[in-house]
């Protein structure tokens, strides 16, 4: 039993069963309370079925402070009261997945037989799905690398890349539930009105727009998080504008999904990548 919370400032502090915080108990990161709405009508038996919502995850640690004296005991206090702050948000690693979260309460008490200190710290997910802690990303369209070193290049010469021949591709969500994605075109040339398309649900996100060499568009799917930008060299601005009105902010399903890339001009010249986290109902 071993967990890590890293605050906005970047500090960590890690909880195991040793020295020297003791971590006794973990709880609230298997089980998850959800808010189901109904409709009922007069003189009907039970109720229609509308909805279900999760609420927000709390997760609530326990343990003892392990030192060899009372000002140690202190100075490891204080460095968990500063680490566990409330005016910070953080990040808690737990079993190779990870959650964002806010401080709701850190606090000590203290054994009046032992003169040990007791810690207890109640977190806060206002999302309750937890993450991997790496992003996965897929390629869609790329150029596979034929050359390594050592390397030779004989007189006939050699090729250097290979363009990736499938438009199609399907992607694995290993998560418990539907994410959203971050989706990147990227234009060797002249790209005119580049998009994917979800062949699953028939979704898409197209861009009206003729992208040059070198230039960048990204889109954001995530809940609360919607976004269209464009990445000239060092300069991003925002890109909504160029957004097809019948475009979707779609969502990636758990399980397989099925994509595919296009573009009105040039598809060829097109290279599209697509970032995600896959999230889980518990670890």
Do not use: W
């Given at each position: 039993?071993?967990?890590?919370?890293?605050?906005?400032?970047?500090?960590?502090?890690?909880?195991?069963?040793?020295?020297?915080?003791?971590?006794?108990?973990?709880?609230?990161?298997?089980?998850?309370?959800?808010?189901?709405?109904?409709?009922?009508?007069?003189?009907?038996?039970?109720?229609?079925?509308?909805?279900?919502?999760?609420?927000?995850?709390?997760?609530?640690?326990?343990?003892?402070?392990?030192?060899?004296?009372?000002?140690?005991?202190?100075?490891?206090?204080?460095?968990?009261?500063?680490?566990?702050?409330?005016?910070?948000?953080?990040?808690?690693?737990?079993?190779?997945?990870?959650?964002?979260?806010?401080?709701?309460?850190?606090?000590?008490?203290?054994?009046?037989?032992?003169?040990?200190?007791?810690?207890?710290?109640?977190?806060?997910?206002?999302?309750?799905?937890?993450?991997?802690?790496?992003?996965v990303r897929e390629e869609l369209a790329s150029w596979i690398p034929l050359f390594e070193f050592e390397l030779e290049i004989p007189v006939s010469g050699m090729e250097f890349g290979m363009r990736q021949p499938n438009q199609i591709i399907t992607v694995e969500n290993i998560g418990d539930v539907s994410c959203g994605c971050e989706i990147v075109f990227r234009a060797l040339g002249t790209v005119t009105n580049p998009e994917l398309l979800n062949i699953d649900t028939g979704e898409y996100i197209r861009l009206l727009?003729?992208?040059?060499?070198?230039?960048?568009?990204?889109?954001?799917?995530?809940?609360?998080?919607?976004?269209?930008?464009?990445?000239?060299?060092?300069?991003?601005?925002?890109?909504?504008?160029?957004?097809?009105?019948?475009?979707?902010?779609?969502?990636?399903?758990?399980?397989?999904?099925?994509?595919?890339?296009?573009?009105?001009?040039?598809?060829?010249?097109?290279?599209?990548?697509?970032?995600?986290?896959?999230?889980?109902?518990?670890?």
């Open positions: 039993m071993e967990l890590t919370y890293i605050n906005a400032n970047g500090r960590s502090i890690t909880l195991k069963q040793s020295r020297p915080y003791f971590l006794t108990k973990i709880d609230g990161t298997g089980n998850i309370r959800q808010t189901v709405n109904t409709f009922k009508a007069p003189d009907q038996d039970g109720a229609f079925y509308i909805s279900s919502t999760l609420d927000m995850r709390n997760i609530t640690l326990e343990g003892t402070v392990v030192a060899d004296s009372l000002d140690e005991a202190y100075v490891r206090r204080q460095r968990f009261l500063k680490i566990f702050t409330p005016k910070m948000r953080g990040t808690l690693l737990y079993r190779g997945r990870q959650i964002a979260c806010v401080v709701e309460e850190a606090g000590f008490t203290v054994s009046t037989r032992q003169r040990i200190p007791n810690f207890f710290v109640s977190l806060l997910c206002p999302s309750p799905f937890f993450e991997t802690l790496d992003e727009t003729t992208m040059s060499a070198g230039d960048e568009l990204r889109v954001y799917t995530h809940f609360a998080g919607k976004r269209v930008v464009q990445v000239v060299g060092s300069t991003v601005t925002n890109a909504f504008s160029l957004l097809d009105t019948n475009s979707t902010f779609f969502q990636l399903a758990a399980g397989t999904n099925t994509l595919r890339y296009d573009a009105s001009v040039n598809m060829e010249l097109l290279e599209v990548s697509i970032y995600f986290r896959p999230q889980f109902l518990g670890v």
